[in-house]
């Protein structure tokens, strides 16, 4: 997921926005937002336009007990509320590190081991007040914010991808959020494309994030005989950089990540009718080392008539994405869908 959120949204108060005048206590007005990972939890007051008004960041303490990290979180709004939006803002919106059920309202990220079936949601509406509060996994907020203000924008059916150290996903189904029953939908991640491929840590075997996430590019990229700078960087940002200076493994490790990618959109497209798919996250910032040779393999899965019109474009909404995600959703739940 987009993690690296800007130094300057750091630090213990929230951040004052240039706004001149409160707006008025309505379903235009702003929702506040939550995105929760392993690494930090932002939160931030946003408009009906997307504009955030108000934001405040907290490290993840996340080797603590539950009551601690969710202290963090209790901060986090804290600082929010403090602002002169606070007021108006009705709502309340989470974008969580997964596995969330968003039908019991709980949240047991992987990163966080403290939480297990937390009740985030109920623990989040009595710290806001009572404010009615929409969890949804970090891949569909991450589409959520793309469908409202990114690059899938004005689609009424499209996939949004976050390809980082995991693969995550979203839908948007007939102009809507698809967030399915517990707010998992879309997971394409966990498709497998390759049917007596490696085991992948979800229990089944040649997943498109056992094959594409950045780690398991780079593991395969060394396993190739692919070799990291003097600097001994082996992340994918390193394999990326090797395919752009025109070294052949790290070039094919890309190309390998790609069709595994380009597998699991066909599919969905064939399946559902998508007619683009959003790329976000760290390997996605590769940009033509895996956006070149995705788009060449698209061509050799999205084969029937239906999907050939297929684009794939990367993500638009940058580190903020999580945030205008959270608020996405509340807004979505607020309309009725
Ligand atoms: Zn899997």
């Known amino acids: 997921m987009p993690s690296a959120a800007t130094p300057a949204a750091t630090g213990p108060g929230a951040v004052p926005a240039s706004v001149p005048h409160p707006l008025p206590a309505s379903a235009s007005g702003p929702v506040v ?20 008004l108000a934001r405040s960041r907290r490290e993840t303490p996340a ?35 997964g596995p969330v059920d968003a039908a019991r309202g709980t949240v047991s990220p992987v990163n966080v081991p403290g939480w297990r079936d937390f009740p985030l949601v109920e623990r989040v509406r009595r710290i806001t007040g009572g404010r009615p509060v929409t969890l949804v996994g970090d891949g569909v907020a991450m ?66 994030e056992r094959i594409a996430a950045g780690p398991h590019l780079a593991r395969h990229a060394l396993d190739q005989g692919w070799r990291p700078g003097p600097d001994g960087d082996t992340s994918a940002v390193a394999v990326a950089e090797a395919a752009r200076a025109g070294h052949p493994v790290a070039v094919a490790a890309f190309e390998r990540a790609a069709r595994a990618l380009a597998a699991g959109i066909a599919a969905t497209a064939h399946l559902v009718e998508v007619d683009i798919a959003v790329v976000g996250g760290g390997v996605a910032a590769a940009g033509d080392v895996l956006f070149a040779p995705l ?20 993500a638009a909404t940058g580190t903020d994405a999580g945030l205008l995600g959270a608020a996405a959703a509340a807004r979505a739940t607020a309309d009725g869908g």
């Open 143 to 208: 589409t959520a914010a793309e469908h409202w203000l990114g690059a899938a924008r004005g689609h009424a059916n499209a996939l949004c991808l976050v390809v980082s150290t995991g693969v995550g996903g979203g839908l948007v189904l007939d102009g809507r959020l698809h967030p399915g029953p517990t707010g998992n939908a879309g997971h394409i991640g966990h498709l497998s494309v390759d049917l007596d491929g490696d085991p992948c840590a979800c229990g089944g075997r040649g997943c498109v």
């Open 295 to 314: 788009r060449r393999a698209l061509g050799d899965y999205a084969t029937l008539s239906f999907a050939r019109g297929l684009t794939v474009v990367p």
């Open 63 to 97: 080797r603590e007990d539950a009551e601690t990290v969710l202290g963090a979180v209790a901060q986090v709004l804290d600082a929010l509320a403090a602002s002169p939006f606070w007021d108006a803002a009705q709502a309340v919106g989470i974008g969580s590190a």
């Open 33 to 52: 937002a939550l995105d929760i990972g392993g690494t930090k939890i932002a939160g931030a007051l946003v408009d009906a336009g997307g504009r955030i």
